[in-house]
Structure formats: C-alpha cells, structure tokens
C-alpha cells in the first residue's frame, strides 16, 4: 500500500518569464551602465589631463629629492621633497591623535553606549563628519592661535587635520566592531573572561582588517585638504623639520603658492604636485587593500 508520502515529489519549475519583463530588465540594466559611463568619463577625463600634464616633473629624479630652495620663480627644476614631507609629517601627527581617540570613542558607542552620554557622542560625530575643512581651520586658529597665543605652524594644520579625520575613523571603526558576532563575545563572557579583556583580546583583533583599512582610508581623505594649510601655516621652499614654529611646506600649499606663478615653469609645478598627491593617496588606498587582504588571510 503507498501513500501519500512515497509519492514522489515534482520539483517546481519556473515560470516563463514574458517578453516584456525581459525588456524591462534590460533597459534597466542599459540604465546602470550608462550612468557609470557618465560618472567614468570625469574622472577619466581628470586623470589624463594630470598625467599628460605632470608626468613630464615626476618622471625626473630631482622632483622627489630636491625642494625648490633657490630655485626662481620662471626657472624649472628643483622639486617637491619639502612639499611631500610636510603633507606626510602633517598628516602622521594627526593620525597619531585621531586614531587612539577614534577608537576609543567606537570602542565606547559599541561597546558601552548607554544613556545620553552615548546619544550625545554620536550627534557630535555626526556634525563633525559635516563640518567642512574651512571651518576646522577657523576653529583652530581662533582657538589655538588667537586665543592660546601660539605661532602659525604645520601643529595646528595637524590638529585641523584631526577634526576632520576623527569622524571617519570613529564611524568605519564603529562599523567594523559591529560586524563581530555576539556568540564570540559569550562565549568569552561563559568562560569568565571580563568584559575589557573580552573586547582587547576577542573584538579589536577580529576586527582590525576593517578599521586599518579605515584608518588608512581617513588618512588618505585628510591628505589633500587646503583650506587648513592656507588659514595656519606659511609656505616655505625648503625643509622644516619644526612642527610648532615656522612655515612648512606641503603638497596642496605648493599647488596654491604656484598657482599665481604665470610662468610656465610654475604650471609644470602644479600639475606635477598634482599628480604626486594622486599617486601619494592611490598607494595608501592600495596599502589599505594589501593589509586589509593579508589580515583577513592570516586570520
């Protein structure tokens, strides 16, 4: 006797899909790629005009280690290496003071958030990720300049730098901290590990390919930014190694400075200053891939 249940079951089939469906799929799909075409052709256009323009400075030795001390304004040679060391140092010092706090303020809004404390701290995350660069530069020099009386100096660029890279860090940390599993956090919290010891040794370690790839990420996007290097620090030709007094050079400074130059000599500057900060901010965004590969691989 069978039943029901030694009936074999009929796997269902699809259903035809109509002719008009299928135009509709691909319009929408002619839609997609023509607005990335669009999109491409600007920043297509904006790379070959900067490499056609600067390729003929950056492919020479001295644009990468000389400065352009005494070197006049309608005359070509020297280089960039004052300008590609101010933009490192001053970014380096920022990353030095946002990091820490940016992980930590993440740390604490995943981590511990509670109450209005942890509400506050996000609505100010928030208004600083929307604070343009100009207004980080105003707040520093009427803070640290005007009213605490200390000299112009690539210091207060880097401290401009750590507004504007502090809400990035904070958010992609955020993220990447919420992307860890509960189970691997009860299971430590089962095992009578405290919660401290649960998130340096368990959550951070999980979640580092992500926030270094972020922090390389907020570094990169702090690199270029002008409005701080015009408002709190000088131009100088050659090599300050001095953070807190005195003008210092840096890639966006330069493009500025050159800019009032109508000598030819000074267009070749800029566009291969130019140039130096794109191939500067595609490396780190390519070192941001390679780490974030690797930890994820040795994980």
Same mark, same amino acid.
């Given at each position: 006797?069978?039943?029901?249940? /030694? #009936?074999?079951?009929?796997?269902?089939?699809?259903?035809?899909?109509?002719?008009?469906?299928?135009?509709?799929?691909?319009?929408?799909?002619?839609?997609?790629?023509?607005?990335?075409?669009?999109?491409?052709?600007?920043?297509?256009?904006?790379?070959?005009?900067?490499?056609?323009?600067?390729?003929?400075?950056?492919?020479?030795?001295?644009?990468?280690?000389?400065?352009?001390?005494?070197?006049?304004? /309608?005359?070509?040679?020297?280089?960039?290496?004052?300008?590609?060391?101010?933009?490192?140092?001053?970014?380096?010092?920022?990353?030095?003071?946002?990091?820490?706090?940016?992980?930590?303020?993440?740390?604490?809004?995943?981590?511990?958030?509670?109450?209005?404390?942890?509400?506050?701290?996000?609505?100010?995350?928030?208004?600083?990720?929307?604070?343009?660069?100009?207004?980080?530069?105003?707040?520093?020099?009427?803070?640290?300049?005007?009213?605490?009386?200390?000299?112009?100096?690539?210091?207060?660029?880097?401290?401009?730098?750590?507004?504007?890279?502090?809400?990035?860090?904070?958010?992609?940390?955020?993220?990447?901290?919420?992307?860890?599993?509960?189970?691997?956090?009860?299971?430590?919290?089962?095992?009578?590990?405290? #919660?401290?010891?649960?998130?340096?040794?368990?959550?951070?370690?999980?979640?580092?390919?992500?926030?270094?790839?972020?922090?390389?990420?907020?570094?990169?996007?702090?690199?270029?930014?002008?409005?701080?290097?015009?408002?709190?620090?000088?131009?100088?030709?050659?090599?300050?190694?001095?953070?807190?007094?005195?003008?210092?050079?840096?890639?966006?400074?330069?493009?500025?400075?050159?800019?009032?130059?109508?000598?030819?000599?000074?267009?070749?500057?800029?566009?291969?200053?130019?140039?130096?900060?794109?191939?500067?901010?595609?490396?780190?965004?390519?070192?941001?891939?390679?780490?974030? #590969?690797?930890?994820?691989?040795?994980?």
């Amino acid at each position: 006797m069978t039943t029901t249940l /030694d #009936k074999p079951v009929k796997a269902p089939t699809f259903r035809h899909v109509s002719a008009s469906r299928r135009l509709r799929n691909n319009i929408a799909t002619g839609a997609v790629w023509a607005c990335f075409g669009i999109a491409l052709v600007p920043l297509a256009w904006v790379l070959i005009m900067v490499i056609s323009k600067g390729i003929g400075a950056v492919v020479s030795i001295d644009w990468w280690q000389k400065s352009q001390k005494g070197i006049l304004p /309608d005359q070509f040679g020297g280089g960039v290496y004052h300008a590609i060391y101010g933009t490192l140092a001053q970014s380096a010092v920022a990353a030095i003071i946002a990091v820490p706090l940016g992980i930590m303020a993440a740390v604490y809004l995943v981590e511990y958030g509670r109450g209005w404390l942890a509400k506050t701290t996000t609505f100010m995350v928030d208004i600083l990720a929307g604070v343009p660069s100009i207004v980080a530069a105003l707040f520093i020099f009427a803070l640290w300049i005007a009213t605490m009386g200390f000299p112009q100096s690539a210091f207060a660029v880097s401290l401009a730098l750590v507004l504007l890279m502090l809400p990035v860090v904070v958010r992609s940390t955020e993220e990447m901290l919420k992307l860890v599993p509960d189970e691997l956090r009860e299971a430590s919290y089962a095992l009578g590990i405290p #919660k401290w010891k649960t998130i340096a040794r368990i959550v951070v370690p999980t979640a580092l390919p992500g926030m270094i790839s972020g922090i390389l990420l907020s570094l990169a996007r702090v690199m270029g930014e002008t409005a701080p290097v015009l408002v709190l620090v000088g131009y100088a030709k050659g090599i300050n190694s001095n953070l807190f007094d005195g003008n210092m050079a840096s890639l966006p400074l330069l493009i500025y400075q050159e800019l009032a130059n109508p000598e030819a000599a000074g267009r070749e500057r800029v566009w291969g200053a130019a140039l130096t900060l794109i191939i500067i901010i595609a490396l780190l965004y390519v070192a941001a891939a390679v780490v974030n #590969k690797l930890l994820t691989r040795n994980r």
